[in-house]
């Protein structure tokens, strides 16, 4: 018992101290020339349309960059995140959203996450799945770096005809 006491007093006590060292959300480096960053949305999509996708700039609802694209049949957003005054963004989240339908269930969505590393699935409030990649882009990606992040999000993609073959009910006609 006294060692489980001084266990959690002593995760309490790191808890406490990580708190007050938090990085600030902005990446103000100048992204070097050959690499890949939030902070510059067009390294974003000339990796895009380099790797043979449709990428064509918008604005989130929030006003920060949002690239749109498609892959694997399917249309995806290239989201932007940890942006201050929608510039100086340090991450990206690939995401698909699929609607809101009686079958997107908590047990769907934690089946997909049991087995997939890459590629997170939520049921958000609404009702409507979303199925997400996050990325880092702090200093830049290679292109070699970002080319593998897309690899893997068009596997994710690639993986969800069969995952709802078999987890969804057949459709009625």
């Known amino acids: 018992m006294q060692l489980l006491i001084r266990c959690v007093a002593t995760m309490s006590t790191l808890a406490t101290m990580a708190v007050p060292i938090s990085a600030e959300a902005k990446d103000s480096a100048v992204c070097k020339a050959g690499l890949v960053c939030a902070s510059d949305p067009q390294t974003v999509i000339n990796a895009l349309q380099a790797q043979g996708y449709k990428a064509k700039l918008d604005v989130d609802d929030q006003g920060d960059p949002d690239v749109v694209s498609a892959a694997s049949g399917y249309n995806f957003d290239v989201l932007f995140y940890g ?14 959203t699929f609607t809101k339908d ?6 769907l969505v934690n089946t997909w996450n049991l087995d997939k590393r890459f590629g997170q699935m939520s ?23 970002f080319d593998d992040a897309i690899d893997w999000w068009n596997s994710v993609l690639g993986a969800l005809p069969k995952f709802f073959d078999e987890n969804l009910p057949p459709v009625k006609k």
């Open 83 to 96: 942006c201050v005054e929608h510039k100086q963004c340090d991450s990206l989240q690939f995401r698909v």
């Open 102 to 107: 009686p079958s997107n269930t908590l047990k």
């Open 123 to 145: 049921l958000r409030n609404d009702g409507s799945i979303a199925l997400n990649q996050d990325i880092t882009t702090v200093g830049g990606l290679t292109k070699e770096n």
